[in-house]
């Protein structure tokens, strides 16, 4: 009997800010693969890190990011950043109609209708063009466990766009650690569609392979363009702890410019300022502590590697805030307040990082297989 074709499914991502939803949908793509053709449809800040696998396929639509000034849609590639961008929607979708190749067996989009509300026509007219050809097909949703708190009659309206839309809702996080309810608080009105799948991060390597710890402090920003005064108070701290390395990961979206000025601010010859890291992970279980903005990727890479952690949430949303309150108070890392990037707090910090015990409790971390596992029993009629 000849074997089945693969089922194919289409993935749908914006990226706003950073590249941490990216991150969480390449990882459960790489789990799909062996089981489904992958068709991926992504905006937002370019990765250098694209899954490279013969039943796989990307599209990069025209960029649209956050204005953090304006609180609209930004173009980098131009220079009118006001507007309504007309030319980049109708770009983008002529780029999908393009790109698209039906019939798909499922789709999955990432945050909606949770957020992204702004790419709704988007997104239901994709939503509808693979309803017209391959039928009512199933749509999943995988979105992090902390929302940006809403007043309620939004939430009523991500509960109906869940309800109207959305077979599953995958929440990546551990219940033990944070439920979805504490940010959003009419889960249980959905609650048959929603299911934990543990954390979504990369997988520790045996112990025989970890590097070896080294008196090192890595400083991260993440992805995005944020966290200037994070670095700057690292370099302030470096300059009083001369017997640490201070490795500053300044994010891929940082210019040479930026990346002049931070280097022209560390007087101390223990600072190295980078733009990225491609082996993030591995210098992350080289380092001796971690200090970052506290994004969920970050977080979890941080726990993976089991390195001491303090985190400074971005100011710009409660969402990060949130998750490293909650972590911190199950003792998996320190806080940073705005008061604590002064370089004498900051030393103080560090040097409470590097002598508290490190935590022996157990975070879920397999959300990627969970997805996908659940994603491929449902498209094979088990669930």
């Given at each position: 009997?000849?074997?089945?074709?693969p089922?194919r499914?289409?993935?749908y991502c914006?990226?706003?800010?950073?590249?941490?939803h990216?991150?969480?949908?390449?990882?459960?793509i790489e789990?799909?693969?062996?089981?489904?053709?992958?068709?991926?449809?992504?905006?937002g800040?370019d990765?250098?890190?694209?899954?490279?696998?013969?039943?796989?396929?990307?599209?990069r639509?025209?960029t649209?990011?956050?204005?953090?000034?304006?609180?609209?849609?930004?173009?980098?590639e131009?220079?009118?950043?006001?507007g309504?961008?007309?030319?980049?929607w109708?770009?983008?979708?002529?780029?999908?109609?393009?790109?698209?190749?039906?019939?798909?067996?499922?789709?999955?989009?990432?945050f909606?209708?949770f957020?992204?509300?702004?790419?709704?026509?988007?997104?239901?007219?994709?939503?509808?063009?693979?309803?017209?050809?391959?039928?009512?097909?199933?749509?999943?949703?995988?979105?992090?466990?902390v929302?940006?708190?809403?007043?309620?009659?939004?939430?009523?309206?991500?509960?109906?766009?869940?309800?109207?839309?959305?077979?599953?809702?995958?929440?990546r996080?551990?219940?033990?650690?944070?439920?979805?309810d504490?940010?959003?608080?009419?889960?249980?009105?959905?609650?048959?569609?929603?299911c934990?799948?543990?954390?979504?991060?990369?997988?520790?390597p045996?112990?025989?392979?970890?590097p070896p710890?080294?008196?090192?402090?890595?400083?991260?920003?993440?992805?995005?363009?944020?966290?200037?005064e994070?670095?700057?108070?690292?370099?302030?701290?470096?300059?009083?702890?001369?017997?640490?390395?201070?490795?500053?990961?300044?994010?891929?979206r940082?210019t040479p410019e930026?990346?002049?000025s931070l280097?022209?601010?560390?007087?101390?010859?223990?600072?190295?300022?980078?733009?990225?890291?491609?082996?993030?992970?591995?210098?992350?279980?080289?380092?001796?502590?971690s200090i970052?903005?506290?994004?969920?990727?970050?977080?979890?890479?941080?726990?993976?590697?089991?390195?001491?952690?303090?985190?400074y949430?971005?100011?710009?949303?409660?969402?990060?805030?949130?998750?490293?309150?909650?972590?911190?108070?199950?003792?998996?890392?320190?806080?940073l307040g705005?008061d604590?990037?002064?370089?004498?707090?900051l030393?103080?910090?560090?040097?409470?990082?590097?002598a508290?015990?490190?935590p022996a409790?157990?975070?879920?971390?397999g959300?990627?297989k969970?997805?996908?596992?659940?994603?491929?029993?449902?498209?094979?009629?088990?669930a």
């Amino acid at each position: 009997m000849a074997e089945a074709p693969p089922k194919r499914i289409l993935y749908y991502c914006q990226s706003l800010l950073g590249v941490g939803h990216l991150a969480c949908s390449l990882r459960i793509i790489e789990e799909l693969l062996p089981h489904a053709e992958v068709d991926l449809v992504y905006g937002g800040i370019d990765t250098a890190s694209m899954v490279e696998h013969p039943r796989f396929r990307a599209l990069r639509l025209p960029t649209l990011l956050h204005d953090a000034a304006t609180g609209g849609f930004v173009d980098p590639e131009r220079e009118d950043a006001d507007g309504d961008h007309g030319e980049v929607w109708d770009a983008r979708a002529a780029a999908i109609a393009g790109f698209v190749r039906h019939p798909y067996d499922a789709i999955v989009v990432e945050f909606y209708p949770f957020g992204r509300r702004r790419f709704k026509r988007e997104i239901g007219d994709l939503f509808k063009a693979v309803k017209a050809h391959s039928g009512p097909v199933p749509i999943f949703c995988s979105v992090r466990e902390v929302l940006v708190p809403r007043a309620v009659e939004k939430e009523r309206r991500m509960v109906e766009g869940v309800r109207k839309h959305i077979h599953t809702v995958f929440v990546r996080g551990d219940p033990e650690i944070i439920r979805f309810d504490e940010t959003f608080s009419l889960a249980p009105e959905i609650a048959d569609r929603l299911c934990y799948t543990g954390y979504i991060s990369p997988p520790p390597p045996p112990a025989g392979e970890r590097p070896p710890r080294r008196r090192q402090v890595l400083v991260s920003v993440g992805g995005g363009n944020v966290g200037r005064e994070l670095l700057e108070a690292a370099i302030g701290a470096a300059a009083l702890m001369p017997d640490l390395h201070f490795l500053l990961a300044a994010g891929s979206r940082a210019t040479p410019e930026e990346i002049g000025s931070l280097r022209a601010r560390a007087t101390s010859a223990n600072v190295e300022i980078r733009p990225f890291l491609a082996q993030f992970q591995q210098h992350l279980m080289a380092s001796a502590v971690s200090i970052s903005m506290g994004g969920d990727n970050t977080l979890l890479e941080v726990i993976t590697a089991r390195t001491p952690a303090l985190a400074y949430p971005y100011q710009g949303t409660p969402e990060q805030g949130i998750r490293i309150r909650k972590f911190a108070e199950k003792g998996l890392l320190h806080e940073l307040g705005a008061d604590d990037l002064a370089p004498e707090r900051l030393k103080h910090k560090i040097e409470q990082a590097l002598a508290a015990p490190y935590p022996a409790r157990e975070v879920a971390v397999g959300g990627a297989k969970a997805t996908s596992d659940r994603i491929m029993a449902v498209l094979g009629g088990a669930a």
